[in-house]
């Protein structure tokens, strides 16, 4: 897989994405550090809006992401089982740096901060780094890493991180 050391490690399970994910209809794999096929990403094609679901190896759905139009700013939900798990908005824009917020149904709020538009951010609670997301770690092009520390739920952060690459990549 090309992994490259970092400075920082929070020790936990470490993912490869590919940049500019989404083209609805397009379905990809995220894999393991290990080379493994870890989620399957289905864009799905036949929606009014843009639907992304995450599975499993095995196909089962773990999480659907779905933008809500006629919203301020860019917003998308994830929903587990039918049942609302997050929403994640868009929260600030600077020249350089970004800010999307994630309001987590079971309380409480994520927040990824630092450039998004280079994959070079963080996803943090309370502002304790949760996840990492970053291209320096890989020798691929239009590739990027994204570590989640233990205790987390990794599906979770990965749809995350998907949904905001969707988001980015849609202004």
Known sequence: MGLLRRDQDLGGNRYQMREKLFAIGDDF??????GRHAFKVNGKAARVRNTLVLEG???????????????VRDTMVLE?????????????????RERFSVD?????SLEAKGNIVDHEYRIERDGKAIAEVSKRWFRVRDTYGVEVAPDQ???????????IDEMQERR
């Open 29 to 34: 794999w995220i894999d393991a550090e290990d």
């Open 57 to 71: 190896p095995d196909g089962k759905e773990l999480l659907k992401a779905q933008e809500r139009k006629l919203r």
């Open 80 to 96: 587990r089982e039918d049942a609302t798990v997050a929403t994640i908005k868009k929260a600030m824009v600077t020249p350089l």
């Open 104 to 108: 987590l149904e079971s309380g409480g």
């Open 153 to 163: 739920d990794d599906a979770l952060i990965l749809a995350v991180t998907a949904c």
